[in-house]
Structures are given as C-alpha cells and as structure tokens.
C-alpha cells in the first residue's frame, strides 16, 4: 500500500515517515510540508493514502482533500484540532488521528484503510473514501442510567442525565452532554433501543432529545441548550403525545 505525508510541522512530518517505515507492506512515496506541492504530487502520482494535516498554510487540508483526482487516495487527517473530526468524517474520512498520535492508533487507522482496500470493487468510494465498513455496534446499556457508545477505539460511558440531544451525521451521531460532545458510529435505531422511550423522543430525521432539557417550544422547533432544533411533520404528533405524558409525571 502506497502513501503520501502532508504536514507542514518538521517533527509530525518525521514522526510520520518513521511510523510508515515500521509497517510492513506501507510504503512512503513523499512527504510534503507544502500543501501546493504535495497537491501536484499527488496529481502526477496516484497512491493509496493520504496522511493529509488540516492546519497548512495557503491551503488547508480540507481544501486540499476536495481537490484531489477522482477517485481518490484514502484519506486520514492528521490535526491537533478536536473540532475538525465532524468536517473530516462529512469528507468521508478514513479516518480522524488527534495530536500527538501514538503509533498504536497509527497502525489501528492503517489497517482501516487495508481492509477498505480490501473490500470489493463495488464498495470503492465515488468521493475520498468510504465510510468504514464494520457495521456500528450495538450500545451496550451500563445500567439503569447510562449507555456504553463507542467512541473511537473505546467504548466511552454515557449517563442519560448528561445527554442534552443527538444529532445524526450521516453514519455517524454526535451526543451533545452537559459535559461535552461523543461521535460516534452508530444508528438512531440503535440507540432508540437502549435510551428510556418515557425520557427521550425522536423529533426529527436527524434529532432526538432529552425531554427534561428541552426550555422552549415555538412554531415546530424546540430549544436545547440554547439551540433551535426542528420538529419534523414525521414526528410531530408522536412528539406532542410524547409532551403531554411527560407533563403528567
């Protein structure tokens, strides 16, 4: 499997190279710390992924990954910026490495794109790159109050108490708590099945909240934590049964 490294830090570019150079079968056909340059690179020379930094001057990573030939290389972004992982995964992201990124995650997001690669030609990508092939686990429920999601490669406990609402991403849903945000692969089936039914209501395709959190309601839209979400026609009068049964408690 062949690779390119785009990264504008001296040290995250050797660091790179050196963990390319211990896995066996990875073989390393540039690094660039000028995005431009690694762009025309990759343009002449096609190879199988792209460790691609998103801080670059001139040209971000992300620019740059829309800019790639069709289909494209695999791409892991590479960042010590938490907030770019929901950008990266609507690219279809192989997959997402914080700063500083120890070797095991490294070789855990190599082996990803091999079995991408692996995968049949009828799943290859028409964009950057497929969404992981592993179907989402099941949430595990931790106890009568909490939920087990995964969430990168752990499984990270989340207390129904804490959750503020959900919001779909494609594949992918980002649970909003009063302590922070957890992405995670997964369906809203699934985690319907485990979250109590008389605590949290689904009002949208892509929304679901904590009935206890919700400040406002006003022309189809509810406010969570000073966000408006909309209800969606779908699940309007399930939702106002929903609120009149709460209000009863």
């Given at each position: 499997?062949?690779?390119?490294?785009?990264?504008?830090?001296?040290?995250?570019?050797?660091?790179?190279?050196?963990?390319?150079?211990?896995?066996?079968?990875?073989?390393?056909?540039?690094?660039?710390?000028?995005?431009?340059?690694?762009?025309?690179?990759?343009?002449?020379?096609?190879?199988?992924?792209?460790?691609?930094?998103?801080?670059?001057?001139?040209?971000?990573g992300l620019q740059l990954a829309q800019l790639l030939p069709q289909p494209g290389p695999r791409?892991?972004?590479?960042?010590?910026?938490?907030?770019?992982?929901?950008?990266?995964?609507?690219?279809?992201?192989?997959?997402?490495?914080?700063?500083?990124?120890?070797?095991?995650?490294?070789?855990?997001?190599?082996?990803?794109?091999?079995?991408?690669?692996?995968?049949?030609?009828?799943?290859?990508?028409?964009?950057?790159?497929?969404?992981?092939?592993?179907?989402?686990?099941?949430?595990?429920?931790?106890?009568?109050?909490?939920?087990?999601?995964?969430?990168?490669?752990?499984?990270?406990?989340?207390?129904?108490?804490?959750?503020?609402?959900?919001?779909?991403?494609?594949?992918?849903?980002?649970?909003?708590?009063?302590?922070?945000?957890?992405?995670?692969?997964?369906?809203?089936?699934r985690v319907e099945e485990v979250l109590p039914p008389d605590r949290f209501a689904r009002i949208h395709k892509s929304f679901l909240v904590?009935?206890?959190?919700?400040?406002?309601?006003?022309?189809?839209?509810?406010?969570?934590?000073?966000?408006?979400?909309?209800?969606?026609?779908?699940?309007?009068?399930?939702?106002?049964?929903?609120?009149?049964?709460?209000?009863?408690?």
């Amino acid at each position: 499997m062949t690779c390119a490294i785009l990264d504008d830090e001296p040290l995250a570019l050797d660091l790179l190279a050196d963990y390319c150079a211990q896995v066996p079968g990875l073989e390393l056909k540039g690094q660039f710390d000028d995005a431009l340059a690694g762009l025309a690179f990759l343009q002449d020379n096609p190879v199988d992924l792209v460790f691609l930094d998103i801080h670059m001057p001139r040209l971000t990573g992300l620019q740059l990954a829309q800019l790639l030939p069709q289909p494209g290389p695999r791409i892991i972004f590479t960042t010590a910026y938490d907030q770019y992982a929901v950008r990266s995964y609507d690219l279809n992201a192989s997959d997402y490495l914080l700063k500083p990124i120890a070797f095991e995650r490294f070789l855990q997001a190599v082996q990803k794109v091999r079995q991408q690669l692996a995968a049949p030609v009828s799943a290859a990508p028409s964009g950057l790159a497929p969404a992981p092939a592993a179907a989402p686990e099941q949430p595990q429920p931790a106890s009568s109050d909490a939920m087990f999601v995964k969430n990168e490669h752990r499984l990270q406990r989340v207390a129904f108490n804490d959750i503020l609402y959900i919001e779909g991403m494609k594949e992918y849903l980002m649970i909003y708590t009063t302590t922070g945000k957890v992405l995670t692969l997964q369906s809203f089936r699934r985690v319907e099945e485990v979250l109590p039914p008389d605590r949290f209501a689904r009002i949208h395709k892509s929304f679901l909240v904590a009935l206890s959190r919700i400040e406002h309601l006003e022309r189809g839209k509810v406010q969570v934590a000073g966000r408006l979400l909309p209800i969606g026609d779908t699940y309007r009068e399930s939702f106002a049964g929903l609120i009149k049964a709460y209000n009863q408690l």
